[in-house]
């Protein structure tokens, strides 16, 4: 079997999954069309913040290991395995996910292709997709050559996608072969020697896994959040009841956290591609499901806003607010969804001059919502400001002195939109602190 693999998609998680791969010991191309992508990498930059990826890509573009091309014709040559890693955005005209460019790459590769070939699809795909591709690869193969579809899904976070690659919790495989999983087996040997469990599948299954995990870890969220809503109504403090919950192992205290709600280029596309999905397979009572989880997570977007425009006295026209944190979560310069930027834009359409700080995210905020300001700094972002939005939860932000802060502010008031800053010590120095889900705060 060969050690080379090859690798189509150089985004987030192509770029870090072969850097991974690369890692692991393997001679690992990666194709993708866009050229200048492809110049930047190969000259070791990396076109997003990921920690500890910059290190790796260095590391093994100087070493040859790693490398990248626009050729399809060069990456059919290079391996018989190759890891499909491109986006499957949602439609501009619906919930559902966009596999043109999934369906994209099985056109342009399988013509091209000598031997037979296992294409291992990472892509999160709506279910089916992955029978359709085989059908597909089998129709395009040149006479002769058989080619394998196999499915095995990302479970990577952005800000740990090297632990999380490299010491996953578990690897699933959708397999049609015992020869593919053999082939899977091959490439993470390294790291299934690290007693890492294997879950071997079929294709359906192995695609239902990954929107399934994002689905319950979505639902746990929007629980926390519904609970929120509950303490706020009746004078409960939420952080406690999630408290006392989470000892109970069954629930556990992870991803619930209440607040702002989930954002990102994935938990929210893939909560309503799976709603899509649903639909069109008839479980309708699944999309209703679904469909609750997201609208209780949309809803908090706007009750942030609403808590704004109260602190300011019903109307935020004209009033400076200061919102710290731009990035969907901490640990990221992504602001793809992100629900602090959304309310920024929220408060700024009502009429408020918004000034946003972001540790990270700044130029990428910019490019999304040139018309809010942006500041350079936690000082410059609040001076003066009538009100202060936590909104995501960077350490800097934890870590700001309340007091200090007081003599730049013109009201010192702040709404912790992430529940992770310490009331007493904001209050002990004087602010006005909110929070959602703890009304006895207020
Ligand atoms: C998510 C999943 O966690 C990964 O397992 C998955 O591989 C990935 O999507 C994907 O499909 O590619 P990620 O998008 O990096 O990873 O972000 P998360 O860490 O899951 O956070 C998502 C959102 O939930 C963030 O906006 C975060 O602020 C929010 N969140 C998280 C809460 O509001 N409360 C919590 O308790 C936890």
């Given at each position: 079997?060969?050690?080379?693999?090859?690798?189509?998609?150089?985004?987030?998680?192509?770029?870090?999954?072969?850097?991974?791969?690369?890692?692991?010991?393997?001679?690992?191309?990666?194709?993708?069309?866009?050229?200048?992508?492809?110049?930047a990498l190969r000259?070791?930059?990396?076109?997003?913040?990921?920690?500890?990826?910059?290190?790796?890509?260095?590391?093994?573009?100087?070493?040859?290991?790693?490398?990248?091309?626009?050729?399809?014709?060069?990456?059919?040559?290079?391996?018989?395995?190759?890891?499909?890693?491109?986006?499957?955005?949602?439609?501009?005209?619906?919930?559902?996910?966009?596999?043109?460019?999934?369906?994209?790459?099985?056109?342009?590769?399988?013509?091209?292709?000598?031997?037979?070939?296992?294409?291992?699809?990472?892509?999160?795909?709506?279910?089916?997709?992955?029978?359709?591709?085989?059908?597909?690869?089998?129709?395009?193969?040149?006479?002769?050559?058989?080619?394998?579809?196999?499915?095995?899904?990302?479970?990577?976070?952005?800000?740990?996608?090297?632990?999380?690659?490299?010491?996953?919790?578990?690897?699933?495989?959708?397999?049609?072969?015992?020869?593919?999983?053999?082939?899977?087996?091959?490439?993470?040997?390294?790291?299934?020697?690290?007693?890492?469990?294997?879950?071997?599948?079929?294709?359906?299954?192995?695609?239902?896994?990954?929107?399934?995990?994002?689905a319950f870890l979505?639902?746990?969220?929007?629980?926390?959040?519904?609970?929120?809503?509950?303490?706020?109504?009746?004078?409960?403090?939420?952080?406690?009841?999630?408290?006392?919950?989470?000892?109970?192992?069954?629930?556990?205290?992870?991803?619930?956290?209440p607040g702002l709600?989930?954002?990102?280029?994935?938990?929210?596309?893939?909560?309503?591609?799976?709603?899509?999905?649903?639909?069109?397979?008839?479980?309708?009572?699944?999309?209703?499901?679904?469909?609750?989880?997201?609208?209780?997570?949309?809803?908090?977007?706007?009750?942030?806003?609403?808590?704004?425009?109260?602190?300011?006295?019903?109307?935020?026209?004209?009033?400076?607010?200061?919102?710290?944190?731009?990035?969907?979560?901490?640990?990221?310069?992504?602001?793809?969804?992100?629900?602090?930027?959304?309310?920024?834009?929220?408060?700024?359409?009502?009429?408020?001059?918004?000034?946003?700080?972001?540790?990270?995210?700044?130029?990428?905020?910019?490019?999304?919502?040139?018309?809010?300001?942006?500041?350079?700094?936690?000082?410059?972002?609040?001076?003066?400001?009538?009100?202060?939005?936590?909104?995501?939860?960077?350490?800097?932000?934890?870590?700001?002195?309340?007091?200090?802060?007081?003599?730049?502010?013109?009201?010192?008031?702040?709404?912790?939109?992430?529940?992770?800053?310490?009331?007493?010590?904001?209050?002990?120095?004087?602010?006005?602190?909110?929070?959602?889900?703890?009304?006895?705060?207020?």
């Amino acid at each position: 079997m060969s050690e080379s693999v090859g690798v189509i998609g150089a985004g987030y998680l192509g770029t870090t999954h072969a850097a991974c791969l690369a890692e692991l010991g393997f001679d690992v191309l990666v194709a993708e069309t866009d050229a200048a992508r492809v110049a930047a990498l190969r000259a070791g930059r990396l076109p997003f913040f990921e920690p500890g990826l910059a290190a790796l890509l260095e590391r093994h573009t100087a070493s040859g290991q790693l490398r990248f091309t626009t050729s399809v014709q060069e990456l059919a040559d290079h391996a018989d395995v190759h890891f499909i890693c491109v986006g499957t955005p949602q439609r501009r005209n619906g919930l559902a996910a966009d596999t043109t460019q999934v369906r994209t790459v099985v056109e342009s590769l399988v013509p091209r292709l000598s031997r037979t070939t296992f294409l291992i699809g990472k892509s999160t795909v709506p279910v089916g997709t992955a029978a359709e591709l085989s059908e597909l690869s089998r129709a395009l193969a040149p006479p002769g050559v058989l080619v394998e579809v196999a499915w095995n899904p990302e479970f990577m976070r952005e800000g740990h996608a090297i632990v999380d690659t490299l010491a996953p919790d578990r690897l699933v495989f959708g397999v049609a072969s015992t020869e593919a999983e053999k082939v899977l087996r091959h490439v993470y040997a390294s790291v299934l020697a690290r007693d890492v469990p294997v879950v071997v599948t079929d294709l359906t299954t192995s695609e239902l896994v990954k929107v399934g995990a994002n689905a319950f870890l979505a639902t746990k969220i929007s629980f926390a959040n519904a609970m929120a809503e509950l303490c706020e109504a009746t004078g409960g403090d939420v952080l406690t009841l999630t408290e006392a919950i989470g000892h109970d192992v069954r629930i556990g205290h992870r991803f619930l956290t209440p607040g702002l709600g989930f954002g990102g280029g994935c938990l929210p596309k893939d909560i309503r591609a799976l709603m899509a999905r649903a639909g069109e397979l008839g479980v309708s009572e699944v999309l209703t499901f679904l469909r609750q989880v997201d609208s209780i997570n949309m809803r908090q977007r706007r009750k942030i806003v609403e808590m704004a425009v109260e602190e300011c006295r019903g109307d935020v026209l004209g009033r400076r607010i200061a919102v710290l944190g731009a990035s969907f979560k901490p640990e990221t310069d992504d602001v793809r969804d992100s629900p602090a930027l959304s309310v920024a834009a929220q408060l700024h359409l009502h009429g408020a001059l918004v000034s946003v700080y972001d540790p990270r995210s700044n130029t990428n905020a910019a490019r999304l919502y040139p018309a809010l300001h942006y500041a350079d700094s936690v000082a410059s972002a609040v001076t003066g400001a009538h009100l202060v939005l936590h909104l995501t939860e960077w350490a800097e932000f934890s870590r700001l002195d309340p007091v200090e802060l007081l003599a730049l502010v013109d009201e010192p008031r702040i709404i912790d939109g992430r529940n992770a800053l310490d009331p007493r010590r904001w209050r002990d120095a004087g602010w006005s602190y909110r929070a959602p889900g703890r009304p006895h705060l207020n």
